[in-house]
């Protein structure tokens, strides 16, 4: 009787050596992140990574997110046996975004143990010909005002002139002016002018946000989106 314990003792310890690192399912992910590089606003770029159960049971790939709309995973198979790979594809799209590095992420959850939640980091450098500065517009004020003035500058990295306009606003403003009403931008260079907020006071306003829409003559980039937020504070 003794003697089958110990043989029993013997065959699991074989089979499932304590402190194996691989006893259980193992997500392996290569490259860990990619860097695109430039990409022109309105294209999309798309990179393959591989992903591997290096561990010795069955990898299970619950859910596969992102940290933003503008970037898409899809991956080939979610099960995945012992050292068997797969394809987790991402698409990063540059439509709508401002100019500037952006680092984007990628999560897979899954029933590795070890690491239930694994990571992918994707980088890119969106590139626009037509660019507001600063992209957003935010401020705080002691007490409601009417109206708001803030100065801008619109750079033309194209070998076109650009005509900028105001074409609409998204949110709790009721009036929004270009000074001048129509910026026009040579090649290569830049201009200067201010965009004045009309606020409504109904109900003591704690904050307004939104978006203030221009519209450009270039082909590419039609529409160009301001993000506004203004917090009311009390008058003292």
């Known amino acids: 009787m003794l003697s089958r314990t110990l043989t029993l003792m013997l065959v699991m310890a074989v089979t499932f050596p304590l402190g194996s690192p ?17 990409v022109q606003f309105g294209k999309q770029a798309r990179t393959r990574f591989t992903v591997r159960n290096v ?4 990898l299970v790939i ?23 790979p797969t394809e987790l594809t991402v698409t990063f799209d540059s439509s709508g ?22 990571k992918v980091s994707i980088f890119a450098t969106v590139i626009r010909e037509v660019v507001v500065e600063p992209d957003r517009l935010v401020t705080r004020i002691a007490g409601f005002k009417d109206r708001l003035e803030f100065s801008l500058t619109a750079l033309n990295r194209s070998t076109r002139p650009i005509i900028l306009a105001f074409s609409s606003i998204q949110g709790s403003l009721t009036k929004a002016v270009l000074h001048p009403q129509k910026v026009t931008v040579s090649p290569d260079s830049e201009s200067s002018f201010t965009v004045t907020l009309e606020l409504t006071g109904t109900d003591n306003p ?21 993000p506004y937020f203004i917090k009311v504070d009390k008058a003292e």
């Open 22 to 38: 691989h006893a259980l399912p193992s997500l392996e992910i290569s490259p860990n992140e990619h860097d695109f590089g430039e």
């Open 55 to 58: 561990g010795s049971r069955t």
């Open 206 to 226: 704690k904050y307004f946000n939104g978006r203030l829409i221009l519209e450009s003559n270039h082909p590419g980039e039609k529409w160009i989106g301001m």
């Open 97 to 118: 975004l401002t100019a500037g590095k952006k680092i984007k992420t990628v999560f897979l959850e899954s029933n590795d143990r070890d690491n239930p939640l694994t």
């Open 62 to 84: 619950d859910r596969v997110r992102t940290s933003c709309g503008c970037t898409k995973a899809n991956l080939s198979s979610r099960e995945l046996p012992p050292k068997e």
